[in-house]
C-alpha cells in the first residue's frame, strides 16, 4: 500500500512558475521511480515526467522538456515538480504515480495521488 498526498498548484499567469508535491508513506519511497501525470478536460491522461529511486535518471515528455524540473527528496518521502515558463496549454490536474520498480520503464502502480488543478491564465 502506498498513500500519497499532493500538494501546490493553483493559479499563475503565463510565464509564472509552480512547484507541486507528491507526499508518499506506506511502502519504502526508494524503492520505487516516481511519475507524474496530468489529464486537461477532454483529454487522455498524459505522462509528463518520471525520476528514478535515487533521482540519477529523469524522464521528460517533449512538450515540457526544459522548462519542468522533477526531483525527489528520499529523506522526507518526497517527490516534486517544478514548473517555470507555463503556458496556458499546461493548464490541466496534476497526479503524482509511483511506479513499480526503481526505474522508470517499470510499470506504473495501481496508486495516484489526488490531483493538484494547476491552471495558466492570465
Known amino acids: 500500500q502506498v498513500q500519497l498526498v499532493q500538494s501546490g498548484g493553483g493559479l499563475v499567469q503565463p510565464g509564472g512558475s509552480l512547484r507541486l508535491s507528491c507526499a508518499a508513506s506506506?511502502?519504502?519511497?526508494?524503492?520505487?521511480?516516481m511519475g507524474w501525470f496530468r489529464q486537461a478536460p477532454g483529454k487522455e491522461r498524459e505522462f509528463v515526467a518520471c525520476?528514478?529511486?535515487?533521482?540519477?535518471?529523469?524522464h521528460y515528455s517533449d512538450f515540457v522538456k526544459g522548462r519542468f524540473t522533477i526531483s525527489r527528496d528520499n529523506a522526507k518521502n518526497t517527490d516534486y515538480l517544478q514548473m517555470n515558463s507555463l503556458k496556458p496549454e499546461d493548464t490541466a490536474v496534476y497526479y503524482c504515480?509511483?511506479?513499480?520498480?526503481?526505474?522508470?520503464?517499470?510499470?506504473?502502480?495501481?496508486?495516484w495521488g489526488q490531483g493538484t488543478q494547476v491552471t495558466v491564465s492570465s
Open positions: 506506506g511502502r519504502t519511497f526508494s524503492s520505487y521511480a
Open positions: 504515480n509511483p511506479r513499480s520498480r526503481y526505474y522508470c520503464d517499470s510499470a506504473g502502480s495501481d496508486y
Open positions: 525520476i528514478s529511486w535515487n533521482g540519477g535518471r529523469t
